[in-house]
């Protein structure tokens, strides 16, 4: 009985901790107090963030084939799911030269090296 009791009281702890944490205001400042919601990303001059980018439009040039160059990533958000998800706005050169921005959907697992590219579209 004495067991079950410390069990439950371990169990309450745990859950109010959770709960502050995901309450917290570095919680609601990164994305809006959602679990799991998207947030901008602190820093898109990051090197990791303009490296996703570039990997981005490389992959999208291996099933496009359309010779696009990535030039930075201006904006994006992140999720955070069993890894990343990166939500990006790269601007791309294209072979006559012009910028456009693209709109790119990137899953990350580090510890599992996986990327995958979820989608890659124009802007509107």
């Not at 919680?27 to 990791?48: M, R």
């Not at 990997?55 to 084939?65: D, F, G, L, P, Q």
């Not at 050169?93 to 090296?113: D, F, M, R």
Request: hydrophobic share 50%.
């Amino acid at each position: 009985m004495r067991t079950c009791s410390l069990l439950l009281v371990a169990v309450a702890v745990a859950a109010a901790v959770l709960a502050a944490a995901a309450t917290s205001p570095a919680a609601t400042a990164k994305n809006d107090g959602l679990i799991g919601g998207w947030g901008a990303i602190p820093d898109v001059e990051d090197a990791h963030v303009q490296e996703i980018g570039a990997w981005a439009v490389a992959e999208h040039v291996k099933r496009a084939n359309d010779g696009l160059r990535f030039g930075r990533v201006a904006s994006g958000e992140e999720q955070v799911v069993s890894g990343m998800n990166y939500r990006l706005d790269i601007v791309a050169v294209n072979l006559a030269g012009q910028n456009a921005t693209y709109n790119a959907v990137v899953y990350e697992q580090i510890w599992t090296n996986t990327r995958k590219l979820r989608s890659f579209d124009r802007a509107k």
